[in-house]
């Protein structure tokens, strides 16, 4: 009292709030898959796919993969995972899916995809940060994903996050052509770093 600050708001200056809204509120958010989720889910690792692989799919590189089948088994993920251990998050813009990491502790990221129009936006930090978490809590130290052999942005984003190539290899069977992946690791706490 008596010091001229009654009224005055502690923090700086005051919010202002949104018409329509009681509050501030985030545009981008990590939350657990929803039913529902499948099919942007679905979307953005075909997109992802074709973006890497581009012209090594060939001319029909926009329909070379089972959109249905993809959609389907990320259903069955999202509603009846095969463990307590497996979990896929999204990553929401706008409250819309922006992104996805799929896990299965302790120590797997099976799938990891930002929409390629929404890279470069903190995304992938924020589903390899719940990944971590999620790894962390299923008791895991180590953390380890496969990803496609030459693709440039995503080793610069997983050399940039902690992870080095593990030196091994593997090739899938994908749509009339072997796609090349190479494992990455991490450690998940600072005495396996």
């Not at 089948?69 to 990553?91: F, L, N």
Request: aromatic share 6%; proline share 7%; hydrophobic share 40%.
């Amino acid at each position: 009292m008596g010091c001229g600050t009654e009224g005055r708001y502690p923090y700086g200056p005051r919010p202002r709030r949104l018409r329509g809204m009681s509050s501030p509120q985030a545009d981008v958010s990590v939350r657990p898959a929803r039913p529902g989720d499948e099919a942007a889910v679905a979307r953005i690792q075909v997109d992802s796919w074709v973006a890497a692989l581009g012209e090594r799919l060939g001319p029909r590189r926009h329909t070379a993969f089972d959109q249905q089948a993809i959609e389907d088994g990320w259903r069955t993920a999202i509603t009846s995972p095969p463990t307590a251990d497996h979990r896929v998050y999204v990553a929401t813009q706008e409250g819309e899916v922006a992104g996805f990491v799929a896990v299965a502790g302790p120590k797997d990221i099976i799938a990891l995809e930002v929409a390629p129009d929404r890279r470069r936006r903190g995304h992938g930090s924020r589903l390899l940060a719940a990944a971590a978490d999620h790894l962390r809590d299923a008791g895991g130290t180590r953390m380890r994903l496969w990803a496609l052999e030459k693709d440039r942005v995503r080793a610069e984003f997983l050399r940039g996050a902690g992870f080095a190539e593990a030196g091994m290899r593997r090739e899938l069977d994908g749509p009339g052509i072997l796609i090349p992946e190479v494992l990455w690791h991490s450690a998940l706490t600072e005495t396996d770093a």
